[in-house]
């Protein structure tokens, strides 16, 4: 293994950018000097070799003798009918180079021997005899060549893992290294560090740290990494610090992450005393089980030249048998006879599990970072079957179709039922483009009567065909739904999938409507943001459709199954919400780059978002004026002063005057601020406490003098001159040069700090000084004399900018680096180079191929199970996986909570359905007649149309008047001709005068 690449080797960011923060540079370098060879081209190699690829290692060599055959094309996504008895490898070479123009890839055609494998680094057998794999893998082993070997039988799976004698781990988990700020070192043979209790600390035994910026006990900082015992949630210790220096204060104590090293068994060894990884806890003694039942299936090979027959009980009695011969404890479980019977079956959801489990393991070989599975992982979803399915011999034999790998395993009535499926499903990017490849795959909708839509706004970006697989260079500015749904038609020309560009949500349930969800079986989630998530979860729960919900975050995934009257749905749980940074740590008391970051989006937002749209706003809308006068506060003098500077004080007339005011800029934030801070708060100014102020999570700032010559000053005056340029729709310059001579030649008035300036030190003290103090009418109009109207600014143009991160001309990410840079060296803070200064400001989700695929795996094995028509909760498995541990957990999902009224129990999923567009008064009878309820208010959305507390006057009128008629009085608006029903939420007492919470009333209009 290559873990010596050189250091200065490129690596495409754009292309790679969001891999990146998964893998890190370096170990994406040393993937890059690995040479891959990956055996067998059906669908668990070509899954294997298609994520190896869009990883981005050296070279991929495809090995294959066979051709193409029906049963490939369950799961070979590159297979085509038309390649039928064509050479696998020669087919899916050049589909394969597609993907990335980075990694050659070669074909072998020949039966694999050692003298051919030695030239590889990484080795991965899929579809193989145990012969081969144990003449390849033993060979290897003694050349310290690592190997994988991955094998799939219907809702089977299999992966060894051997990485040599002595591998190297540099990164077991990929977390970021923790870190802290210090409150007290202890000078004692324990060496107690206490933490500030604002954050408890998340470091666990074991682990190695080392300080900085410690005062007193110095002899800490950068000190070889110590190891640790972990006391409490502030508290562990480091070994003996008696003979250090006494701790002052200050201190910042960070992980060091250690490299380890790790010792794996031959597969010769290791065959006869395994290790396992778990994969599902609830079946703790599967793994053991299952590898006797492997070792017996090759067994049975050997002695018939075949595998066992799809539901052949004789042949399935075979391999039990041999199954006990080989381990007679393990090899006499039930299970082993369902592994027999589906041994044939070929299942792209399985591929996409194992296959991309397996390809993880090869990036792990290849760089050294993740902990590989030692050495054993074993996997099924036998629950994909219903428990009280009886399928015979008949039902399962080949039709010589290219489904025959499924039927083999769910019979043929199953895939009629699939390919009549009526399925939605909601993005297109690089979950929507897994799930696309399986749902064709698979034949989900690709029956006479199956259709399936997917919508996505997005146009295709470069960074997303590093994961997005669907998608090629020349796709790029293409808009993602149609194209995934082009290239899976052209995998499956019988599926029947309709692209659209539509936004899911409330502004667009004219065509989202009604019949349209009615006429689903299910709705499939493939999003990225939460709001958009809860509002199809809402959706399916009014239409009572199963969801499948999902989502990754780098090597992490989880999935979801929501099934109506069964589970709760994805808005039952939430998430605790992301951790905000107090104001005044952002304005004045920054201590981690983060800060820093947050407070350079802030100025981007501020001066070239929300200050030009104030000034856009003022020159196209007559009514602006009049709705600033109406803000609270000292909104309204804030926004015209805002308004008055752009389009008056401060207003450019050449792109000199934008250098101008770029290098005023540049005074005002890092300069002047930071002396005025020092003025009030010297450091050396102690609180009432007598404390010094300075201390703890409060960082001493310096102030920066502008220099030029020095390249970080000279990339915000630049960043920030043509950023302003363009909001004026000026012609921008972006010659360094001569913008450093022109801002050499500026000379500013020195800053005297000023008696009497209030500055927050605590958000409460923030708060007030925002709520405080109104401006008076004479100032306002004084500010509004001295803009000009619209007629004198004819001609005047100012934009917005929005925030674009993934485009490294237009100064967007300049700004944001130079701007939190230098705050970072005000305060002394490390600062952070461009990549990580996207990652953290852009708010990019790290992600990666395998992860991605894995998840739309298990979310289609949930699939097979809905439309199977299971019911019974402890049949489904929502998951979470971590696939740098690696860590698999499935649980049942969660019931439905339930409630209760009077004598009746109930859940999310119940309702009262009411038909017909009758008076208020006939509804309210209906609650107070069939439950002895009286009705206490009726809202629909926001509106109220009825309560306790109306006028009688208004009451009685609208008692007589039908609901429609009310909607439309109070909201004003006519309802909209493809809305068939409302939902009304009704509040109710009970006959003791007692609040009632109760289920929303669904009310037909039509």
């Not at 004698?165 to 540099?170: M, Q």
């Not at 290791?270 to 609830?282: M, N, T, W, Y």
């Not at 698999?888 to 859940?907: D, L």
Request: proline share 4%; charged share 25%; glycine share 6%.
């Amino acid at each position: 293994m290559l873990h010596n690449a050189a250091k200065d080797m490129e690596i495409d960011e754009s292309l790679y950018s969001r891999q990146l923060y998964v893998l890190g540079h370096e170990a994406m370098r040393r993937m890059a000097q690995s040479n891959v060879l990956i055996a067998g081209m059906r669908g668990l190699g070509v899954e294997i070799a298609k994520n190896i690829v869009l990883g981005g290692v050296k070279a991929v060599t495809i090995q294959d003798t066979g051709k193409a055959q029906w049963g490939d094309l369950s799961s070979q996504f590159f297979l085509r009918e038309e390649d039928l008895g064509k050479y696998r490898v020669d087919v899916v070479q050049p589909r394969l180079a597609e993907l990335n123009r980075y990694v050659p890839i070669s074909i072998y055609k020949k039966e694999l021997q050692e003298e051919f494998v030695s030239d590889f680094n990484v080795v991965v057998l899929t579809n193989s005899s145990i012969e081969e794999q144990r003449k390849i893998a033993d060979f290897c082993h003694t050349k310290d060549i690592c190997v994988i070997i991955a094998d799939t039988k219907g809702l089977f799976g299999q992966i060894f893992c051997d990485f040599g004698k002595s591998f190297t781990v540099y990164d077991d988990n990929g977390e970021q290294p923790l870190s802290y700020m210090v409150a007290n070192i202890e000078q004692s043979e324990l060496g107690v560090v206490t933490c500030l209790d604002d954050q408890r600390q998340e470091f666990q035994d074991g682990d190695y740290v080392t300080f900085t910026e410690v005062h007193g006990m110095t002899e800490l900082n950068e000190c070889e990494p110590r190891k640790i015992k972990c006391l409490g949630p502030y508290t562990f210790s480091i070994g003996d610090t008696s003979k250090f220096s006494s701790y002052s204060r200050g201190g910042i104590v960070k992980q060091v992450k250690t490299a380890r090293k790790i010792e794996f068994k031959s597969f010769s060894e290791s065959l006869k005393s395994p290790e396992f990884v778990i994969s599902d806890f609830a079946k703790f003694d599967r793994p053991a089980q299952l590898h006797a039942g492997f070792q017996a299936l090759h067994k049975f090979v050997q002695s018939n030249q075949a595998l066992p027959g799809p539901r052949n009980e004789k042949d399935a009695e075979k391999v039990l048998n041999l199954a006990k011969e080989i381990d007679s404890e393990n090899g006499a479980a039930d299970i082993i006879k369902d592994l027999a019977m589906q041994a044939t079956g070929d299942l792209c959801p399985m591929q996409s599990v194992i296959g991309s489990i397996a390809a993880q393991e090869v990036m792990k070989a290849c760089s050294g970072k993740f902990m590989p599975i030692v050495q054993w992982f074993y996997f099924d979803a036998v629950e994909c079957i219903p428990a009280d399915t009886v399928l015979t011999e008949k039902d399962c034999k080949p039709k010589k179709c290219r489904y025959d790998g499924q039927i083999a395993v769910f019979g043929e009535k199953f895939q009629e039922i699939l390919g009549n499926q009526k399925y939605f499903l909601v993005g297109a990017g690089a979950i929507g483009c897994e799930m696309l490849k399986n749902w064709a795959m698979i034949g989900l909708a690709c029956g006479s009567n199956g259709q399936a839509w997917v919508t996505d706004m997005d146009i295709i970006e470069r960074s997303n065909l590093n994961r997005q697989f669907l998608f090629r260079p020349e796709n790029v500015g293409k808009t993602k739904s149609a194209t995934a749904a082009n290239a899976c038609s052209q995998m499956n020309p019988k599926f029947n999938i309709y692209p659209q560009e539509n936004r899911v949500g409330p502004e667009t349930e004219n065509i989202y409507t009604d019949d349209f969800f009615e006429n689903l079986d299910g709705v499939t989630n493939a999003l990225d943001n939460v709001d958009a998530r809860i509002y199809i979860d809402r959706r399916c729960v009014y239409y009572r459709k199963p969801l499948l919900e999902s989502g990754t975050l780098g090597t992490k995934g989880n999935v979801q199954v929501v099934i109506p009257w069964v589970t709760e749905s994805y808005s039952s749980s939430h998430d605790p919400p992301e951790k905000s940074i107090p104001i005044c740590t952002l304005k004045n008391f920054p201590n981690a780059i983060e800060h820093t970051l947050q407070w350079a989006r802030d100025q981007f937002e501020g001066i070239f978002k929300q200050a030009p749209e104030s000034a856009e706003q003022y020159l196209k809308d007559s009514k602006f004026v009049e709705r600033t006068l109406k803000l609270p506060g000292v909104q309204p003098a804030e926004t015209l002063e805002t308004v008055k500077k752009l389009l008056v004080d401060e207003r450019p007339a050449k792109f000199d005057d934008c250098i101008m005011w770029a290098r005023k800029l540049f005074e005002e934030n890092y300069t002047n601020q930071i002396k005025q801070l020092l003025f009030n708060f010297p450091e050396d100014y102690t609180t009432s406490s007598n404390t010094p102020f300075w201390s703890g999570p409060k960082r001493c700032p310096h102030p920066i003098f502008f220099d030029a010559s020095n390249s970080e000053h000279l990339d915000y005056v630049v960043a920030a001159a043509n950023l302003r340029a363009e909001m004026y729709g000026m012609t921008e310059r972006a010659d360094r040069s001569y913008i450093q001579k022109y801002a050499e030649k500026i000379k500013l008035v020195e800053f005297v700090p000023r008696s009497g300036i209030k500055i927050a030190t605590t958000d409460s003290e923030a708060a007030s000084a925002n709520d405080d103090g109104c401006v008076d009418e004479e100032t306002l109009q004084r500010l509004l004399s001295q803009i000009p109207n619209c007629q004198q600014l004819d001609g005047l143009q100012i934009k917005a900018i929005e925030f674009e991160k993934d485009d490294d001309t237009n100064f967007h990410m300049d700004f944001i680096v130079a701007c939190s840079n230098l705050r970072a060296t005000n305060y002394n803070i490390p600062t952070a180079d461009r990549h990580k200064s996207k990652l953290i400001a852009g708010k990019i989700i790290p992600a990666i191929a395998t992860t991605t695929s894995l998840i739309v795996g298990l979310v289609n094995l949930e699939l097979y199970k809905i439309v199977s028509g299971q019911k019974k909760v402890e049949r489904f498995k929502n998951g979470f996986i971590n696939i740098a541990l690696p860590f698999f957990s499935f649980s049942e999902p969660m019931k439905a909570a339930v409630h209760k009224y009077a004598n009746e129990y109930w859940t999310l999923w119940d309702r009262f359905d009411i038909k017909g567009d009758a008076k208020l008064k006939d509804l309210i009878s209906f609650f107070q007649k069939k439950h002895g309820f009286e009705v206490t208010m009726i809202c629909y959305d926001v509106a109220t149309l009825f309560s306790n507390f109306m006028d009688n006057t208004k009451k009685e009128r609208r008692l007589e008047m039908k609901i429609s008629e009310i909607i439309v009085e109070v909201t004003k608006k006519e309802i909209p001709d493809h809305i068939k029903s409302i939902v009304l939420e009704v509040c109710c007492d009970d006959q003791n005068g007692k609040d009632v919470e109760i289920p929303y009333v669904k009310y037909s209009l039509r």
